[in-house]
């Protein structure tokens, strides 16, 4: 059963988008700028089970595509976004991307993309309870008579706009992205209700571990990776901010990874401490495969009875239209790790 007020909060206000753990592992749902970023053909699938403890389960699956055209300098990409809010609230949009990369100089490349989604959102009303529905005796009357929802629509869709920029050289990145940026109305109700816009900056520094690492990197060929790699990422959203921050240790075939999730400088509208998550990672690297699992343990006041948050990831890159020790001039790979 969902209250009345959690339903009326879940149709009308200004909600916050999914989050992935595993950012980097999502790259064109980070930021149109990714698109392309493999120098190579692409394909990618994610999945969130958040708080799966809770009768509140938000569940969150992925689907991408991106391309690499060496002659124009240009990516392009498609992603596919489903959430599920309670089981009764969905949200799914589809967006294509388009990226530029710009080399700067020999070791310095900039990236700039766009992205026009169509998103659907829809809600089951028949399978919601509301307070008006019950007495002391128990359920009362089978429809709510509150004005407000009577006649208040199951579907909405929209158009979305977003767009990204992208920095690095090939040990050290910097991105920012704006989601939402038309900020398009969401409501089912009768009401303004503007999707806010999502923030985003991330960045980052990789440390070879090895002299083969070190002149992959210096060289833009990569092929038994060993790395030490320190990133943060931190997002803002109407009221809400979050910030990301942690560790991923490189030794092919295997990825190991520690973050914590957080803004303790910034207490909640409570005065609480604003902690959230610690993030654990492992992952596999092997011949364009990527595969990683990432457990978020709630340090929120919440406590560990949600069950946390348990994700995974999958990609692979095809093998490029070019011999892999013939990437042209104006294409620098990325250093950001894939987890």
């Known amino acids: 059963m969902v209250c009345l007020c959690s339903i009326v909060t879940l149709l009308s206000v200004r909600a916050q988008d999914p989050q992935y753990s595993q950012f980097y592992a999502n790259p064109l ?23 799966p403890a809770l009768d509140a389960t938000f569940v ?45 100089g020999e070791r310095v490349a900039l990236r700039a993309g766009v992205q026009l989604a169509f998103a659907t959102r829809n809600v089951n009303f028949t399978d919601l309870n509301f307070g008006d529905q019950f007495t002391n005796d128990g359920l009362r009357s089978l429809v709510t008579s509150d004005p407000s929802l009577l006649g208040a629509g199951e579907n909405i869709s929209y158009f979305d706009f977003s767009s990204g920029g992208l920095l690095y ?5 910097l991105g920012v992205s704006g989601h939402h940026l038309n900020q398009p109305s969401q409501s089912f109700l009768d009401r303004d209700s503007r999707l806010p816009i999502r923030m985003t900056v991330h960045a980052g520094y990789k440390i070879p571990l090895d002299d083969e690492t070190r002149q992959g990197l210096a060289m833009n060929v990569l092929d038994r990776e060993k790395s030490l790699s320190f990133a943060g990422l931190y997002k803002a959203q109407g009221k809400f901010d979050q910030f990301d921050v942690g560790t991923y240790l490189t030794y092919e075939p295997v990825v190991f990874g520690l973050w914590y999730r957080g803004l303790p400088i910034k207490p909640t509208e409570l005065g609480l401490n604003n902690n959230d998550a610690l993030i654990f990672l492992a992952g596999f690297k092997q011949a364009g495969l990527s595969l990683g699992y990432s457990y978020d343990l ?6 560990t009875s949600t069950g946390g948050a348990h994700e995974i990831s999958l990609s692979y890159e095809f093998a490029p239209p070019q011999p892999k020790r013939r990437v042209p001039r104006s294409a620098r790979k990325l250093p950001c790790p894939r987890f």
């Open 29 to 51: 749902y980070l930021s149109p700028a990714f698109a392309g970023s493999a120098l190579a053909p692409r394909v990618g699938v994610n999945y969130r089970n958040q708080w």
């Open 298 to 303: 709630t340090i929120s006041n919440l406590g």
């Open 60 to 104: 969150t699956y992925s689907a991408s595509f991106d391309y690499y055209f060496p002659r124009v300098n240009s990516g392009v990409g498609i992603i596919i976004n489903r959430d599920q809010q309670f089981a009764k609230l969905n949200s799914t949009d589809i967006g294509a991307q388009y990226a530029y990369q710009l080399q700067l």
């Open 169 to 173: 050289s090939d040990r050290a990145w």
